[in-house]
């Protein structure tokens, strides 16, 4: 049975959410960004939104398994009660529930701090992402048609809500 640790992310996290990053960004469509972004950028997103919403890891036997977190949704004052949340798992540990007990931890998190709404984007196709987000209580809300562009081909991205 491995057991599996959650916690508040830190800086000495980085690497090893890096390496679970890293060939989700220059392998997947799963992320829109073009390239990995260096240590220093992400620990200062950590730093940034573990700070304002939540960055949680989860640890299986001591190695980090996965991590999630929420951001701002949106930058307008209306929108202050609103957030964009992510869950990554490290192809190893994928199938194990990990990033269903992230996203439990990460909603009780953002539910203490005032947060009502969660929203996440999934490239499509994601059956893997589609069945995690209903999992855990998400819900379709609309799809935009060729919204990023990445190895050469447009993306569709469906949005899903729940609330906090």
């Known amino acids: 049975m491995t057991d599996i640790v959650f916690r508040d992310a830190t800086p000495d996290d980085t690497n090893a959410m890096l390496a679970i990053y890293r060939p989700i960004v220059e392998d997947t469509v799963i992320s829109f960004e073009l390239e990995t972004p260096s ?4 620990a200062g997103r950590v730093a940034t939104y573990g700070a304002s919403h939540a960055w949680l ?3 299986a036997n001591g190695v980090l398994a996965g991590y999630a977190y929420g951001s701002p949704h949106r930058p307008r004052a209306a929108y202050r009660y609103a957030v964009e949340v992510s869950a990554y798992v490290d192809e190893r540990f994928r199938g194990r529930g990990i990033a269903s007990s992230l996203y439990g931890q990460l909603f009780e998190r953002l539910r203490g701090q005032g947060y009502a709404s969660a929203y996440a984007g999934i490239t499509l196709p994601n059956d893997a992402s589609i069945a995690l987000h209903s999992g855990v209580g998400f819900n379709p809300i609309g799809t935009f048609p060729k ?8 993306h569709d991205v469906s949005w899903w809500y729940r609330p906090v």
């Open 147 to 154: 919204v990023g562009f990445k190895f050469d081909r447009w």
């Open 57 to 59: 890891v989860a640890e």
């Open 39 to 42: 240590e220093v950028e992400f």
